[in-house]
């Protein structure tokens, strides 16, 4: 029987760091009652899932988790919260328009998602070509515009909804004189 290397037990450390750091922020964010803080921990758990893609072998997934979830969504967030004033307390009038829009925000959202899942399950795919990822520009922008298009056109939604969202808090925080 022989010993594990050093450099193993090295890259398991690491491992179960990275997993810690991503459960720690996940915990975080859901469980704090502060919004910084639970901006502080989605940023955590995006981090630790940059680690993750990396040990996957992905470093441009990993670098794209950090750049988009960490660089723009959180950072977003963050100055949304910067911008708004605190301890405003809503007017009613405004609190039944903000009911009727998210009503009618959640049945646009749910229209949507149910049209996506029955393309997704009705539609008619074609199989991938077997191509190898060697990582090289050319492959990556094949790769984004053909095979991870769906995903890619998400993310850039996801991106739009969070400028959107920080533009409307710090908005909506703001006295109209």
Known sequence: ??????????????????????????????????????????????????????????PFLALMEILIYVGAVCVTIVFGVMLSEPDEPPHQESRRHAALWGGGALLVCLAIAFGVAHLGLSGPWTEPATRVNDGSVEAIGLALLTTYSLPFELISIVLLVAILGALVIARSGRTKE
Request: charged share 5%; aromatic share 10%; glycine share 14%.
């Open 1 to 58: 029987m022989n010993p594990i290397p050093f450099a193993d037990y090295l890259v398991l450390a690491l491992f179960a760091l990275i997993v810690g750091t991503t459960i720690g922020g996940a915990l975080i964010a859901a469980l704090s009652t502060r919004i910084i803080r639970g901006v502080s921990g989605l940023m955590m758990c995006c981090v630790g899932l940059g680690g993750l893609y990396y040990f996957l072998n992905s």
